[in-house]
C-alpha cells in the first residue's frame, strides 16, 4: 500500500498510473498539434503561438473553428471537443476506493479515480475507459496528420 517512497498516500497500481500519465501525454500532446495546426492554416495572422499555448483548451475551439475547420470540416473539432470532456473528467476526478471483488481496480487496496458528470452521473475512470480515451487520441492524431497532409 504505501511502497512509494515519493509519498505516504494511498495511491492506485503503477501500471494503473502509468497508463493515467501516458493518457495525459497524447492529450497534451495533440493539444500543441492543435495549435500548430490552427497557425498552419491562419491565413489572416489572427492567432501567435504565445497567445494560444496559453488558452485552456477549450478556449482553443473557436481558433480551431477559424481555421482548421474553415479550411476542411467539422470532424476534428468534434473529435477535439469530446477529448477535451474526456479530459476534464480525468483531471477533475477524485480517488476512491473500488468496491472489493468488483474488478474495477487492479491495486490491492482496490484504488482507483472517479469522476462525476454535470448530469450527476458518477463513473469510475477504469483501464478501459483510460485505453479508450488514448485510442480516440490516437485517431485525433490521425486527422490532424491527415489534414496537415502527412
Known sequence: MFD???SC?????????????????????????IIENILTND????????????????KLLEPVKNTITKNSDTIIAKKFNEI????????HSYQVTAPRGSGLSDDEDNQILA?????G???YITQEFLYDFIKKNAE???ELHNFRGH
Open 43 to 58: 491565413g489572416k495572422d489572427e492567432y501567435n503561438w504565445y497567445q494560444l499555448i496559453d488558452r485552456t483548451s477549450g
Open 115 to 119: 469522476t462525476k458528470y454535470k448530469n
Open 84 to 91: 477535451i470532456e474526456i479530459r476534464n473528467r480525468i483531471m
Open 140 to 142: 485525433l492524431s490521425n
Open 9 to 33: 498516500q494511498a495511491l492506485p497500481s503503477r501500471k494503473y498510473r502509468e497508463l493515467l500519465g501516458s493518457a495525459i501525454c497524447v492529450f497534451n500532446s495533440n493539444n500543441a498539434f
Open 4 to 6: 512509494e517512497r515519493y
Open 121 to 123: 452521473k458518477q463513473a
